[in-house]
């Protein structure tokens, strides 16, 4: 069975830092990968996506996110975080064999400080 | 693209009413998937669609959940003898299939609470 681990509940980070939130994933094929944002109340919206080629990946807003394979990670990062960054951040990893139907992580809930 | 959109956006029922729940997804997608999400967790699938065809059902949705999606256009998830337990954010997605990839865009979800 297919599944997603955010490692952080949540993050803090300073306005202009850096930031990478951790995705950890677990499929028995060929994984595709995507990250996702929702602020409250919301619905998701895509920042990025992975199924094959170049495993650094760039998304919208300024994120990127790399696969390694060797690792069962799909990481995201962004160089500088700025406050309307903060919302929760969902991994979740699909597949052909499944529908592409996705397994979402637990999430992460980045705050951004001033 | 107008993308995916959700009626209504809240819902609150009482205990053993039925509710039904609306989806349209983005023009000329041909999938179409249901999640339910609770407070503080990633969403979880439901069940999903590819035209009119019903193709998939998670062990989550119980003989009181039933969906639809007649002509391969819009979609309603239905829930009889609501419970407490059902209080949940419902999100739909869509996407278009080709050779196996394909992105799901999701709709604003509609959020249920029983009372």
């Known amino acids: 069975a297919q599944s997603v681990t955010q490692p952080d509940i949540h993050i803090t980070v300073s306005e202009g830092a850096s930031l990478e939130l951790r995705c950890n994933y677990s499929y028995g094929a060929t994984p595709y990968l995507f990250w996702y944002v929702q602020s409250p109340g919301q619905g998701l919206q895509l920042l990025l996506k992975y199924f094959s080629g170049d495993t650094l990946v760039q998304g919208i807003k300024g994120f990127e996110a790399e696969f390694k394979r060797s690792q069962s990670s799909f990481n995201l990062r962004k160089p500088s975080v700025h406050w309307s960054d903060a919302a929760e951040y969902f991994c979740a990893v699909g597949g052909v064999n499944a529908g592409n139907m996705l397994t979402f992580g637990g999430g992460t809930r980045l705050m951004v400080k001033p | 693209d107008t993308g995916v959109s959700q009626d209504p956006r809240h819902k609150i029922t009482k205990r053993g009413q039925n509710v039904t729940f609306r989806c349209d997804p983005i023009s000329e997608h041909n999938r179409l998937y249901w999640y339910r999400q609770t407070l503080g967790q990633g969403p979880e699938f439901l069940t999903y669609?590819?035209?009119?065809?019903?193709?998939?059902k998670s062990r989550l949705l119980s003989d009181r959940f039933s969906a639809e999606r007649p002509k391969g256009s819009f979609s309603t998830l239905e829930i009889q003898r609501t419970e407490q337990g059902d209080s949940a954010m419902y999100l739909c997605a869509s996407s278009l299939s080709r050779r196996g990839t394909d992105t799901q865009y999701f709709g604003p979800g509609t959020r249920l609470t029983v009372l």
């Open positions: 669609f590819q035209n009119e065809a019903q193709l998939e």
